[in-house]
T-cell receptor, first 114, second 114 residues
Framework: DTEVTQTPKHLVMGMTNKKSLKCEQHMGHRAMYWYKQKAKKPPELMFV???????INESVPSRFSPECPNSSLLNLHLHALQPEDSALYLC?????????????FGEGSRLTVL | SQQGEEDPQALSIQEGENATMNCSYK?????LQWYRQNSGRGLVHLILIRSNEREKHSGRLRVTLDTSKKSSSLLITASRAADTASYFCATDNPAKNYGQNFVFGPGTRLSVLP
């Protein structure tokens, strides 16, 4: 199984809503990533979890709150977002270690903030 | 901040022609990877080249790496309409977060016309 599954595929929320994006993988990867991608731009790294611990936070605003409940799951909790947070949110996973690692991406969750 | 930068930003060719995309980066790397993204979808890993390698092939793909110039190129031979996508290079910085900080270049949007 070489899939990373993201839900929901599409999400529309108001600025006062609380919602969550979910990501799941069963490849035994112990690193999981959240990327944000705006239209016609490259993915930008938000968070990295390594062995279920947050290892990288790229100065992301606190209205984005990541959670890694176990080695297969990664959540991104959203609260009080702004319209400029509308984007494609991509989850990825990989093996951990200093060797070469490829990222396996999900299809993304397209978020629209009204 | 961007590590890799691709050129051209957009490339339009006829089916059967070869497509060449270039990527430049700024810091030392462990390896450089190329990814493909169909419109609005997740990224798919194409090929990885390690810092001690100069050239690598995979099917119709050929990647070169010149660490002295901090640049890489991706050649797609005998292009097909199905190759229409955005192509991104990604690099890791071994001096930062054990190379987990994968950074993507701005990408090249390739259009292959039938």
């Amino acid at each position: 199984d070489t899939e990373v599954t993201q839900t929901p595929k599409h999400l529309v929320m108001g600025m006062t809503n609380k919602k969550s994006l979910k990501c799941e993988q069963h490849m035994g990867h112990r690193a999981m990533y959240w990327y944000k991608q705006k239209a016609k731009k490259p993915p930008e790294l938000m968070f990295v979890y390594s062995y279920e611990k947050l290892s990288i936070n790229e100065s992301v605003p606190s209205r984005f709150s990541p959670e890694c409940p176990n080695s297969s799951l990664l959540n991104l909790h959203l609260h009080a977002l702004q319209p400029e947070d509308s984007a494609l949110y991509l989850c990825a996973s990989s093996h951990v270690g200093r060797g070469a690692r490829e990222l396996f991406f999900g299809e993304g969750s397209r978020l629209t903030v009204l | 901040s961007q590590q890799g930068e691709e050129d051209p930003q957009a490339l339009s060719i006829q089916e059967g022609e070869n497509a060449t995309m270039n990527c430049s980066y700024k810091t030392s790397i462990n390896n450089l990877q190329w990814y493909r993204q169909n419109s609005g979808r997740g990224l798919v890993h194409l090929i990885l080249i390690r810092s001690n390698e100069r050239e690598k092939h995979s099917g119709r793909l050929r990647v070169t790496l010149d660490t002295s110039k901090k640049s890489s190129s991706l050649l797609i031979t005998a292009s097909r309409a199905a190759d229409t996508a955005s192509y991104f290079c990604a690099t890791d910085n071994p001096a930062k977060n054990y190379g987990q900080n994968f950074v993507f270049g701005p990408g090249t949007r390739l259009s292959v016309l039938p």
